[in-house]
Structure formats: structure tokens, C-alpha cells
């Protein structure tokens, strides 16, 4: 192992790779007046900005990276050093923008690695189920180098260019097409990269795939992968009724939906119903209002209150009004700087729904459950409105929310920061994600052979 230090120092040696011969653009005084932004903004505006992380380290990673920007770098250089500052604050919510040469790249034609790959439990590049570009490779496969460079260092890179409260979701978020790019170096469209996989079988050979533009790479996905629907029946499934439910957006389409659902689950004689928000990255928290008096009578809420730092910089920013829609007249009248808490209402019973459905119902949970898909499933714990199985979800149920985009005034990125608290709707465990009633892992096998071991398992009870 390393040390965060020698780490650093990799990632900027390893930027510095498709910079060669190019003259840094970014003057040391220009990156440390944004790094001191940065982290000077996000501690006056964030209510608990080292929730999942420490002050402690927070700050000496900003001496770290001030010390390799103490000569100039050029773009790619100090978006690696932002970029892991940012993302030492294990925050899924706060992350970089604004880092040009890569978007100039991609706008003008420039190439990707076409093969598709996730970072699975053991932190191994693996191409996913339903994720190869290029034919022959069989999902599974283990990537071990690209283009001569272990993939480790690769993998590492990735999860460090982007947070994540807890490790799954620091995969999930993993930046691999970044830290292609800036470990091996920008490749033009139909360049090849030179691959080593290991297949399932335990094979190890070297394969050849032609760089292609972005836009290409994105058709291929979508060939692939039809964009998700925020929500779409399944059918009945052995003895089950089976939605997904992707995104909280459009309450009045999803009450619809669900209404359609309910009513087709009870004339089938549906024994239960599932309601898998495994790829539910959330949206609008109050969508999830409309699924729970289909499934129970039960008073419930989806937060117990949440947590904002009165600040004078976001009162300059937004003006009285809208500072107050968004935090309260209690913070706008409280002190500079001062942590103010609210408290929701209690618990109440939702209105009765005519197509409620009185049997089992189970909500599918994982790593990929984020933001308001996260209070669906705490909300649902916390007060037994269904049964959750699967994994963890990848967000805390402290979570953290309402998103502020700084402009950083020197080198033309930007950074998004999160300025609230958002606190469980009864005390669970702080620091994890909402725990399943029925916890049933989905391991790199499952995902090669294409089985649901969550869905399996709720079958099988159901049965």
C-alpha cells in the first residue's frame, strides 16, 4: 500500500502524462487562491462539511495539494489535485466541474476506450453483464492493464477523482473513462488501446479496441441499454407483482402509474408485490409520498428534520426570499455561521388508497439507492411500511443535500457542495446506509451467469 501523500503524487505524475511537451496553463497562484476558495466556501456554507470524513484530514490534504500546485500545472494537472481534495470529503453529493481540456476532447471528436467496465466488490475492473462494447469479451472479465498500466492504479485513480459517503457507492461513482484518460493519455478516434483480460475461465490474453468518440460510445450504450423509464411494470413474476421504480420525479405520473399497477397486482391475484429502486438515484423526495398508501396504513415521515449553517455569503447569493425557501426564516434571522436545526412534523397516517394492496410488499435496496431513493428505503425501515431486501444502500441515512454550485474565481472550475442535513425520520444507525430486513449480496458470479440473487430470494419467501 501507499500513503495519501505518495498517492498524490502519483495521480499528478500520472495527469502529467498526456501534458507532455505542453506548456503548464495554470499559475500557482491561480490554483492555491481556488483550492482556498474551495474549502473556505464549503465550511462557511455546509452545515456538517465533515460529516463522513474529518476536518483533520480534510485540511491536510488542502496543504498537499497547495504543495503540488506550487509550480504551474496545466489544467489536467490541478483537476487531479481538486478533484481529490473534493473528494476526500466522502460527500456523493459534492464533486468538480468545469475541467475543459477533457470536454475539448470529447466535443472535438477525440477517442474512448470503447470497453465498458464497473469496479465490483473486490475493486477488480470487471466488464459488467450488460456493458461490452466489443465482441468476444465475456461479461465477468477481469481488466488487469491498459495500454502497459496496472488497472489498479486505474481503479484507484477513478474513486479518488470522485466521493462517496460509503465504499459501494464510492465505486459506484468511480470516474474510470478519467483516469483512462489521464493515465495513458488522450488517444484519437480509432487508435487502439491495448487491453489485458482475464476471462471468467481464468484466460489472460491481450486485446486490441479502436478508441471511439464519445458520441459513438453512447450509441453503442444505448443499443444496449434503453434509457430506464422512471417507472415500469414488470408483470407478474412467479407469484409476484414487479415494478421498478428509477427515479423520484413526477408525482402525479407515478400516483398514476402505481394506481394502474396496484389495480392490475390485485386482479392477478398477486400473492405480493416488489418495488425495486436498486437503480433509483433519487430526485424529488416527495414522489415517494404517493407509493406508500398503496402498501400500508402506517403513519411514517421520511425525514426527522435537517441541519443548515446560517450564513451571510448564500444570503448575499440568493436575497431574502429565496434564502428563506430553501432554509427557513430561522436560519435567515440566525447568526453568521450558526448550526440550526428544524424539526418535522410527527408521523402521519397517508389517505386511504382505493387499490391498497393488503399483502406482502417488498422494496429492493443496493449501493446504487441514493439521495431520495435513500429516504424511500429509510422511511420504509424506520417505520415498517415494507420489507427491504438486498445490500445497503450507498448513502448514509444522515444524508446530505441541497447542492450549491461554486464558481471558483481563478481557473475555470466549478464545485458543487452540499448545505444541508437532512436527519433520519427515527434513529438508525449513523453510519451506514439503511440496512435490508433481508440481505442478500450480488456477487461478480451472479452478475456473470445474469441472475438476480435479491429478486431469487423475495421470490422464494413469497413462494
Request: glycine letters at 8%; charged letters at 25%.
Amino acid at each position: 500500500m501507499f500513503s495519501r501523500l505518495e498517492f498524490l503524487g502519483g495521480m499528478l505524475a500520472a495527469a502529467a502524462a498526456p501534458a507532455a511537451g505542453m506548456r503548464p496553463a495554470l499559475s500557482p497562484s491561480a490554483m492555491v487562491e481556488d483550492l482556498r476558495t474551495f474549502a473556505r466556501v464549503l465550511q462557511e456554507i455546509g452545515a456538517e462539511p465533515f460529516r463522513t470524513s474529518s476536518r483533520e484530514a480534510f485540511m491536510a490534504e488542502l496543504a498537499r495539494a497547495e504543495a503540488v500546485c506550487a509550480a504551474p500545472r496545466t489544467a489536467d494537472e490541478f483537476y487531479v489535485a481538486l478533484a481529490g481534495l473534493s473528494a476526500s470529503l466522502n460527500d456523493g453529493h459534492v464533486s468538480i466541474d468545469g475541467w475543459k481540456s477533457r470536454a475539448e476532447h470529447d466535443d472535438a471528436g477525440g477517442g474512448e476506450l470503447p470497453l465498458r467496465t464497473v469496479v465490483d466488490e473486490d475493486d477488480a475492473l470487471v466488464v459488467g453483464d450488460d456493458l461490452s462494447d466489443e465482441g468476444g469479451v465475456e461479461p465477468g472479465s477481469v481488466v488487469t492493464r491498459i495500454e502497459g498500466h496496472d488497472a489498479a492504479h486505474i481503479v484507484a485513480l477513478a474513486m479518488r477523482l470522485r466521493g462517496g459517503q460509503t465504499p459501494a457507492l464510492r465505486r459506484a461513482f468511480a470516474r474510470i473513462l478519467d483516469a483512462v484518460y489521464l493515465t495513458t493519455g488522450p488517444h484519437a478516434a480509432g487508435q487502439p488501446y491495448e487491453v489485458e483480460i482475464v476471462d471468467p475461465a481464468g484466460s489472460r490474453r491481450v486485446r486490441r479496441f479502436a478508441a471511439v468518440t464519445q458520441a459513438v460510445r453512447n450509441e453503442r450504450y444505448a443499443a444496449k441499454n434503453p434509457p430506464l423509464a422512471p417507472y415500469a411494470d414488470r408483470g407478474m413474476i412467479g407469484h409476484a407483482a414487479v415494478c421498478d421504480y428509477n427515479a423520484c420525479q413526477d408525482a402525479a405520473k407515478f400516483h398514476e402509474f402505481l394506481s394502474a399497477f396496484f389495480a392490475r397486482a390485485r386482479s392477478g391475484k398477486a400473492r405480493a408485490v416488489v418495488v425495486d429502486i436498486r437503480r433509483n438515484g433519487g430526485g424529488n423526495s416527495s414522489v415517494n409520498d404517493a407509493l406508500f398508501p398503496f402498501v400500508s396504513a402506517k403513519a411514517y415521515r421520511q425525514y426527522g428534520g435537517m441541519r443548515v449553517r446560517s450564513n451571510d455569503w448564500l444570503k448575499r447569493e440568493y436575497g431574502r426570499e429565496k434564502y428563506i425557501a430553501y432554509y427557513g426564516d430561522k436560519a435567515w434571522n440566525a447568526a453568521n455561521g450558526e448550526l440550526v436545526e428544524y424539526s418535522f412534523d410527527p408521523p402521519r397516517a397517508p389517505a386511504a388508497e382505493p387499490a391498497r394492496f393488503d399483502g406482502p410488499s417488498f422494496l429492493l435496496i443496493g449501493p446504487g439507492t441514493f439521495s431520495s431513493a435513500m429516504a424511500c428505503a429509510s422511511a420504509a425501515k424506520a417505520y415498517g411500511l415494507m420489507q427491504l431486501a438486498g445490500e445497503p444502500t450507498g448513502e448514509p441515512v444522515y444524508s446530505t443535500g441541497e447542492v450549491y454550485e461554486l464558481a471558483l474565481p481563478r481557473t475555470g472550475f466549478s464545485a458543487h457542495m452540499t448545505t444541508k442535513v437532512w436527519l433520519p425520520p427515527e434513529p438508525l444507525p449513523a453510519g451506514s446506509g439503511v440496512i435490508p430486513d433481508i440481505v442478500v449480496p450480488t456477487t461478480r458470479a451472479d452478475r456473470r451467469a445474469r441472475r438476480d440473487p435479491v429478486l431469487d430470494a423475495v421470490l422464494a419467501r413469497v413462494r
